[in-house]
């Protein structure tokens, strides 16, 4: 069965750090473009980050440029979303997902096929 799992939310003050995981199960997540995108209580979807197949494209909202850096390591089939100087309003549930274009838009979930659960990042004192 194959399935995209994040990991790594939690609770962290202003000012902090997390970093987010998307691992594969079932299939190659090096084949794959990956995005990440987030949702907030009573707020739209909204598309974070996105990094092409080959891992030089690099694209992030501008609500998060600067503080947030996407990478891939093939090798572990994994995505990660380092994210630094959290803000309160990057509260929200973030979800993984795989598209099969090698460079979709990191703004629009019509180009990706494959989603995890999502898992919470909380930003609060």
């Known amino acids: 069965q194959s399935q995209l799992v994040e990991s790594g939310g939690g609770l962290v003050q202003p000012g902090g750090s997390l970093r987010l995981s998307c691992a594969a199960s079932?299939?190659?997540?090096?084949?794959?473009?990956v995005g990440w995108f987030r949702q907030a209580p009573g707020k739209e979807p909204e598309g974070v980050s996105c990094?092409?197949?080959?891992?030089?494209?690099?694209n992030y909202a501008d609500s998060v440029k600067d503080r947030f850096s996407i990478s891939r390591d093939n090798a572990k089939n994994t995505v990660d979303l380092q994210m630094n100087s959290l803000k309160p309003e990057d509260t929200a549930v973030y979800y993984c997902?795989?598209?099969?274009?090698?460079?979709?838009?990191?703004?629009?979930?019509?180009?990706?096929?494959?989603w995890g659960q999502g898992t919470q990042v909380t930003v609060s004192s």
């Open positions: 079932g299939f190659t997540l090096s084949l794959y473009a």
């Open positions: 997902a795989a598209s099969l274009r090698r460079s979709p838009p990191y703004y629009s979930s019509i180009y990706y096929a494959y």
């Open positions: 990094i092409s197949v080959s891992g030089g494209g690099l």
